[in-house]
């Protein structure tokens, strides 16, 4: 799957990691509303083509898993500052 990495020059290869470290970076320093985006972005920092199709939760599921995993927040983060605004609020 990475055989193209074998053919890269020194260059080449410093420029793939840090256009994967952006890449990694701009998804770690997500924040707020960020977090529970789709990211194809970075998974389009991958040699292989993206498969467009995806699974997608019922609602209830779905919701269940958001609630669950800002849950898992609370566990793993309870000293983060709180983001009291609407998605798309300032």
Request: with cysteine; proline share 10%; net charge negative.
């Amino acid at each position: 799957m990475d055989e193209d990495l074998e053919a890269m020059s020194r260059e080449q290869l410093l420029a793939e990691v840090k256009k994967l470290r952006a890449g990694i970076r701009e998804h770690r320093d997500s924040s707020a509303h960020e977090l529970c985006w789709h990211h194809p972005q970075l998974w389009g920092l991958l040699p292989e083509p993206i498969d467009p199709q995806i699974a997608v939760p019922p609602w209830p599921k779905f919701l269940r898993g958001c609630v669950r995993y800002r849950e898992s927040l609370d566990r793993q983060r309870p000293d983060a500052p709180v983001h009291d605004r609407e998605f798309g609020e300032k």
